[in-house]
């Protein structure tokens, strides 16, 4: 069944016609699954940037740096921990963790960008 907003098909396959009828409905099941997790990750980021925005506002407002590598150190030290504890290859989460946090600096720099003042003195739109 396509799923109306977004055209996403979840019993898309092309394992469709050369599998058993049980396996591929156990397969459908999980994959079900593992739609409704990525779902949630992505809102859950969302979440996240959300806040790291405000994060970043906050440092542009008061001229701080948009890395703060002391922080960021220690949240990987801490991730590498909580994945090790949900049985999750910690290197993974260290490089899921390197990308958000440099995704989140590269935001942070373009809000400070757009909070310096451009040529008339005012503030960028």
């Known amino acids: 069944m396509t799923h109306p907003r977004s055209g996403f098909d979840p019993s898309?396959?092309?394992l469709a016609g050369g599998?058993?009828?049980?396996?591929?409905?156990?397969?459908?099941?999980?994959?079900?699954s593992i739609d409704n997790?990525?779902?949630?990750l992505?809102?859950?980021?969302?979440e996240r940037f959300k806040a790291t925005q405000r994060v970043g506002h906050l440092k542009a407002e008061h001229d701080?740096?948009?890395?703060d590598p002391q922080r960021e150190a220690a949240q990987?030290?801490?991730l590498r921990m909580l994945a090790e504890e949900a049985q999750l290859d910690p290197a993974f989460a260290e490089k899921f963790l390197n990308f958000i946090i440099s995704e989140v600096i590269r935001h942070h720099q373009a809000i400070s960008e757009n909070r310096r003042p451009d040529a008339t003195g005012g503030p960028r739109a």
């Open 42 to 46: 992505v809102y859950l980021l969302a």
């Open 37 to 40: 997790i990525d779902a949630t």
């Open 19 to 32: 599998v058993a009828p049980e396996v591929m409905a156990e397969l459908l099941s999980v994959r079900s």
């Open 64 to 67: 701080l740096p948009a890395g």
């Open 12 to 14: 898309a396959s092309s």
């Open 76 to 78: 990987i030290a801490r």
